[in-house]
């Protein structure tokens, strides 16, 4: 755990192929915690303090800050999570994404501590970019994630290309620390679902 780390959760989606509210799906019933849970645990191996991008959750006990932008998704979400991050770095993940290796926690934010002038990290696997699990340097980042969001942006790839010196870890990169890529799998629909 880092004490200059904010994690935050994406939990603002509309979860409409899944059919029911992920952030609140429950994978096992005899561990009894949700989706939003098992990604906080996880986060929590590398942050000291966390936040929730969106909204409130009942049961968790955990900060929640309200998109100021609509029909603007995950984009809108880490911008206003980002502007209440008061850590130099925030760690920032979907809440559908359950298997996340505290590895490539760790080497995403090494990355960032190495790159001081990088206003994101990220990683591109087969499928292209994977900006849902990704290192934020809320200083340099919010003020261009603003602007592309007042000039219309609405999606967080398009957004993050805007963004100067941003840094992506080419598979060759990250793959020591996850070699299936499992940390990027999240729960979209029913059959996402083990």
Same mark, same amino acid.
């Given at each position: 755990?880092?004490?200059?780390?904010?994690?935050?959760?994406?939990?603002?989606?509309?979860?409409?192929?899944?059919?029911?509210?992920?952030?609140?799906?429950?994978?096992?019933?005899?561990?009894?915690? @949700? &989706?939003?849970? /098992?990604? !906080?645990? %996880?986060?929590? +191996?590398?942050?000291?303090?966390?936040?929730?991008?969106? *909204? $409130?959750?009942?049961?968790?006990?955990?900060?929640?800050?309200?998109?100021?932008?609509?029909?603007?998704?995950?984009l809108a979400g880490i911008a206003a999570a980002l502007g209440a991050v008061d850590t130099p770095l925030a760690m920032v993940s979907a809440c559908d994404m359950p298997a996340i290796?505290? @590895? &490539?926690?760790? /080497?995403? !934010?090494? %990355?960032?501590? +190495?790159?001081?002038?990088?206003?994101?990290?990220?990683? *591109? $696997?087969?499928?292209?970019?994977?900006?849902?699990?990704?290192a934020w340097r809320p200083a340099l980042a919010l003020p261009d994630l603003r602007s592309a969001l007042d000039a219309g942006v609405r999606s967080l790839r398009e957004a993050i290309a805007l963004l100067p010196r941003h840094l992506v870890l080419d598979p060759g990169s990250w793959r020591p620390a996850d070699p299936e890529g499992v940390s990027f799998h999240n729960w979209n629909t029913p059959e996402d679902v083990p």
């Open positions: 755990m880092s004490d200059d780390v904010t994690a935050v959760v994406l939990v603002g989606g509309r979860s409409t192929r899944m059919g029911r509210d992920k952030a609140l799906l429950v994978p096992d019933p005899t561990d009894g915690r @949700t &989706l939003t849970q /098992l990604v !906080l645990a %996880a986060l929590a +191996a590398v942050a000291s303090r966390s936040l929730l991008a969106g *909204r $409130s959750l009942p049961g968790l006990d955990v900060p929640a800050v309200p998109d100021q932008y609509s029909g603007a998704g995950p290796r505290p @590895t &490539l926690l760790h /080497l995403l !934010l090494d %990355a960032a501590r +190495a790159h001081p002038e990088a206003p994101v990290v990220l990683c *591109r $696997s087969d499928a292209g970019l994977e900006p849902l699990l990704s």
